[in-house]
């Protein structure tokens, strides 16, 4: 629908990445509409020891209906599958309902990193927006 036309590059990473068995891209799909995404990063922002948790996204209309928690928990059955030990995930401090989500769901705050961003021709942005990391141990049942 359009919604990540401009992310269509990471995207392609991405995917490329998962080709090559160093990502995951999870997708809900009903009656072949997608509602959700979960992306999981074995190298780079995470490691298979500890999968980083990113492009965690619910169509809008069917946020807050338990699709975010359930593909998360997805995430985590996937993450542990593939040996990992931990999850983390990064989130913008002033994302208020997703830091309460990821609370409820058992992952704890064990840092902060700078996130610079960058604007036309890559000229650096100010002030830096910090990102909340939240880990969270995979308990094997
Ligand atoms: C954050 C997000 C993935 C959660 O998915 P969801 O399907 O709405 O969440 P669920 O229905 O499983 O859980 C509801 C919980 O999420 C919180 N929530 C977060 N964003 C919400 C939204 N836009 N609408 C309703 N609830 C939201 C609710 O407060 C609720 O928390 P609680 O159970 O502690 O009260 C989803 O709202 C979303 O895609 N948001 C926009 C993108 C985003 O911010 N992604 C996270 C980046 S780190």
């Given amino acids: 629908m359009g919604l990540y036309t401009r992310d269509r590059a990471i995207i392609h990473e991405t995917f490329r990445k998962q080709r090559a068995g160093s990502a995951l891209m999870l997708l809900a799909v009903s ?4 509602l ?3 992306w999981l990063d074995f190298t780079g922002r995470g490691s298979k ?11 809008p209309p069917l946020q807050g209906c338990g699709i975010g928690a359930w593909i998360i928990a997805s995430a985590e059955d996937a993450a ?10 990064e989130v913008e401090p ?14 704890r705050p064990v840092g902060w990193r700078p996130k610079l961003e ?14 909340q990391i939240m880990q969270k141990e995979l308990r094997t049942c």
């Fill in 49 to 59: 020891q500890c999968p980083s948790l990113w492009a965690v996204r619910v169509f």
């Fill in 118 to 131: 960058f604007g036309v021709a890559n000229e650096r942005r100010s002030p830096p927006v910090d990102l």
């Fill in 80 to 89: 542990r599958a593939r040996g990992a030990s931990d999850i983390k995930l």
């Fill in 31 to 34: 009656n072949d509409v997608p």
């Fill in 36 to 38: 959700a995404q979960a």
């Fill in 94 to 107: 002033e994302n208020i309902l997703a830091l309460r989500l990821y609370a409820r769901l058992g992952y």
